[in-house]
């Protein structure tokens, strides 16, 4: 199998570029695309296939809960993976279709794997 194809979508550039950062610095991922709104994420997807979209929660418009409900409805799609600076007890992701929620100060390679390998691997095989 190839690299695990990841979509990042956050309004703010410093935490797209910096979860660009662990992206590519996590063996066997690359990032595909990024986007800035929720809409912008439902595009790009259509257009880059991800395996793994790492979503902001708030986000202007179209919020990280909705894009995630839409980008995994009817249980094709990408894995979610919602990130906000939140405690992991402050966000609620059932209904959401997301498989997860990491705090973006939690964020990292290793957590970007060990969320990959109990989310994501059976979810492409």
Same mark, same amino acid.
């Given at each position: 199998m190839g690299d695990v194809r990841v979509l990042v979508v956050d309004d703010q550039e410093p935490f797209r570029r910096a979860m660009t950062t +662990? +992206? &590519?610095e996590t063996d066997g991922f690359v990032v595909v695309g990024s986007a800035a709104s929720g809409e912008e994420s439902l595009l790009t997807a259509v257009e880059v296939q991800p395996d793994l979209v790492l979503m902001d929660?708030? #986000?202007?418009? #179209?919020d990280g809960? &909705? !894009?995630? @409900? #839409?980008l995994t409805r009817g249980g094709a799609g990408p894995v979610v993976v919602l990130l906000s600076t939140y405690d992991e007890d402050q966000v609620e992701v059932a209904g959401s279709g997301a498989a997860t929620y990491v705090?973006? !100060?939690a964020f990292g390679p290793d957590r970007l794997a060990e969320v990959w390998? @109990?989310?994501g691997e059976d979810a492409v095989a």
């Open positions: +662990v +992206v &590519e929660v708030h #986000l202007p418009g #179209l809960l &909705e !894009a995630s @409900r #839409l705090p973006k !100060a390998k @109990r989310h």
